[in-house]
């Protein structure tokens, strides 16, 4: 496949062989959340947003995995680096337990392992003075992790803050802080302490103009629900606060930066500390390694996943507790092709230029989506490649989607009435006009009014 000339093309979808593919999958699974019925073909040709399917289809995948496939797929600016490693097994070990590397010395390692990982996420972080890393599995162990080393750093702490509209993962404890979809929560059993506020999506309001109700009576419910506020917390109580610097599965909404300056003035006047979400929104997703940076905000604590191909809980040395096992994980960090993974799309990003790609390509994307949305688009937003677009119902929204996919074009919903379009970080000029043209198509097709009731 050659991705300089290649163009979605295909049947209706899903072909034959999807369909029997799904039905021997479903056949054993348990039901859970598949956006499409899209079987993509390993042993076929795809390269950076261009995949085969199962029935030979070519598709244009805006979706990079939710982010989890930064550069889309079969990309040589990482693959090739893979490809001269001869695998081994096991390929993963119990990383907390035991160690690797690949060579006499770490200066003179033939490929990074999960030490450079580390030292690659601190130099990344270190603006934020942070120099210690914790390796797990998934997006949801990372939150889990930076929840465990705050409690000890505060012990003994009473609350966490959460706020409205947000997704931290999908274990117990990351379920307490979830506050999107019912259907992710409704009768699991929560951690105790947590306090909710909300989350200012209006990101041109400022303190006067907010509605969303997180400023209110002249200050913030954030202040005024502490103690010295004439609120019922103690901020000496409190382990964490955490947000999504940019709100994902929620609707891949953006804050004010009055609302961003108030969370930045309160965690810093009470030195509560601020554990940021990073795990869909950070790794040069939004032109910037981390969203955060965008921002005035001064993280205490990273979680990072996804584009990282591992867990990572990036913090200050002096948050993490100095009590070996307090913190544990079978695999983590010893995943020896995640770890490798990780360093080298770190490596691409750099390498590159692909902070700077992602911010110009996304500023063409949106320019093409404005001037071309139509009527019932209500709003188009985004950092980089972290891109929305918000429709006047849901119905519209998810013909879209299915417009969109039968011209060849993966996209996702987020939140009620939104799409989300996550590009790789270094696509091309021509890629972001072909998606774009694909997608204003499928907004077209959908007609003046949605066919869905």
């Given at each position: 496949?050659?991705?300089?000339?290649?163009?979605?093309?295909?049947?209706?979808?899903?072909?034959?062989?999807?369909?029997?593919?799904?039905?021997?999958?479903?056949?054993?699974?348990?039901?859970?959340?598949?956006?499409?019925?899209?079987?993509?073909?390993?042993?076929?040709?795809?390269?950076?947003?261009?995949?085969?399917?199962?029935?030979?289809?070519?598709?244009?995948?805006?979706?990079?995995?939710?982010?989890?496939?930064?550069?889309?797929?079969?990309?040589?600016?990482?693959?090739?680096?893979?490809?001269?490693?001869?695998?081994?097994?096991?390929?993963?070990?119990?990383?907390?337990?035991?160690?690797?590397?690949?060579?006499?010395?770490?200066?003179?390692?033939?490929?990074?392992?999960?030490?450079?990982?580390?030292?690659?996420?601190?130099?990344?972080?270190?603006?934020?003075?942070?120099?210690?890393?914790?390796?797990?599995?998934?997006?949801?162990?990372?939150?889990?992790?930076?929840?465990?080393?705050?409690?000890?750093?505060?012990?003994?702490?009473?609350?966490?803050?959460?706020?409205?509209?947000?997704?931290?993962?999908?274990?117990?404890?990351?379920?307490?802080?979830?506050?999107?979809?019912?259907?992710?929560?409704?009768?699991?059993?929560?951690?105790?302490?947590?306090?909710?506020?909300?989350?200012?999506?209006?990101?041109?309001?400022?303190a006067a103009s907010c509605d969303c109700g997180f400023f209110a009576g002249g200050g913030s419910q954030l202040r005024d629900m502490l103690a010295p506020e004439g609120g019922?917390?103690?901020?000496?109580?409190?382990?964490?606060?955490?947000?999504?610097?940019?709100?994902?599965?929620?609707?891949?909404?953006?804050?004010?930066?009055?609302?961003?300056?108030?969370?930045?003035?309160?965690?810093?006047?009470?030195?509560?500390?601020?554990?940021?979400?990073?795990?869909?929104?950070?790794?040069?997703?939004?032109?910037?390694?981390?969203?955060?940076?965008?921002?005035?905000?001064?993280?205490?604590?990273?979680?990072?996943?996804?584009?990282?191909?591992?867990?990572?809980?990036?913090?200050?040395?002096?948050?993490?507790?100095?009590?070996?096992?307090?913190?544990?994980?079978?695999?983590?960090?010893?995943?020896?092709?995640?770890?490798?993974?990780?360093?080298?799309?770190?490596?691409?990003?750099?390498?590159?230029?692909?902070?700077?790609?992602?911010?110009?390509?996304?500023?063409?994307?949106?320019?093409?989506?404005?001037?071309?949305?139509?009527?019932?688009?209500?709003?188009?937003?985004?950092?980089?490649?972290?891109?929305?677009?918000?429709?006047?119902?849901?119905?519209?929204?998810?013909?879209?989607?299915?417009?969109?996919?039968?011209?060849?074009?993966?996209?996702?919903?987020?939140?009620?009435?939104?799409?989300?379009?996550?590009?790789?970080?270094?696509?091309?000029?021509?890629?972001?006009?072909?998606?774009?043209?694909?997608?204003?198509?499928?907004?077209?097709?959908?007609?003046?009014?949605?066919?869905?009731?």
């Open positions: 496949m050659n991705r300089d000339t290649a163009e979605p093309h295909g049947d209706a979808l899903p072909g034959p062989n999807a369909q029997r593919w799904i039905e021997f999958h479903q056949s054993h699974s348990a039901p859970s959340e598949y956006s499409h019925e899209f079987v993509w073909d390993v042993t076929r040709e795809a390269d950076g947003p261009f995949v085969t399917d199962v029935d030979g289809n070519v598709l244009l995948d805006f979706t990079c995995h939710i982010g989890a496939a930064p550069l889309g797929y079969n990309n040589e600016k990482v693959l090739s680096k893979v490809r001269e490693f001869d695998l081994v097994e096991p390929m993963k070990i119990a990383g907390q337990d035991m160690y690797f590397g690949s060579g006499p010395n770490p200066a003179e390692a033939e490929f990074p392992g999960s030490s450079h990982l580390m030292d690659r996420l601190t130099d990344v972080s270190s603006h934020y003075g942070m120099d210690t890393v914790f390796l797990s599995n998934s997006g949801a162990e990372a939150m889990e992790n930076a929840m465990k080393i705050t409690h000890d750093h505060r012990a003994p702490a009473k609350y966490g803050v959460a706020f409205a509209g947000s997704f931290h993962g999908r274990t117990l404890g990351t379920l307490s802080l979830t506050k999107s979809k019912d259907v992710y929560t409704r009768r699991y059993p929560e951690i105790s302490g947590i306090e909710t506020v909300p989350f200012c999506a209006d990101r041109g309001c400022d019922h917390v103690d901020p000496s109580e409190i382990a964490f606060l955490t947000l999504e610097p940019i709100q994902g599965v929620g609707g891949y909404r953006f804050p004010s930066e009055a609302f961003m300056d108030e969370v930045a003035a309160v965690t810093d006047a009470y030195d509560i500390p601020l554990v940021v979400d990073e795990i869909q929104s950070g790794i040069g997703r939004t032109g910037e390694m981390w969203a955060a940076d965008h921002y005035a905000i001064e993280p205490d604590v990273i979680a990072s996943a996804k584009a990282l191909r591992v867990g990572a809980t990036v913090s200050r040395s002096d948050l993490f507790p100095s009590e070996k096992n307090r913190l544990g994980s079978t695999f983590g960090g010893g995943d020896l092709l995640g770890s490798m993974m990780g360093a080298f799309t770190l490596e691409a990003i750099d390498e590159h230029d692909l902070l700077e790609n992602a911010t110009e390509r996304g500023r063409q994307a949106k320019e093409l989506l404005v001037d071309d949305a139509g009527d019932h688009v209500v709003d188009v937003r985004g950092k980089g490649l972290m891109l929305a677009v918000e429709f006047d119902t849901p119905d519209r929204r998810s013909d879209v989607v299915v417009e969109a996919l039968e011209r060849g074009l993966l996209t996702l919903g987020c939140g009620k009435k939104t799409i989300r379009l996550l590009p790789p970080l270094d696509s091309t000029e021509r890629e972001i006009d072909l998606g774009v043209s694909i997608f204003l198509d499928a907004v077209a097709a959908a007609g003046p009014t949605p066919t869905t009731a």
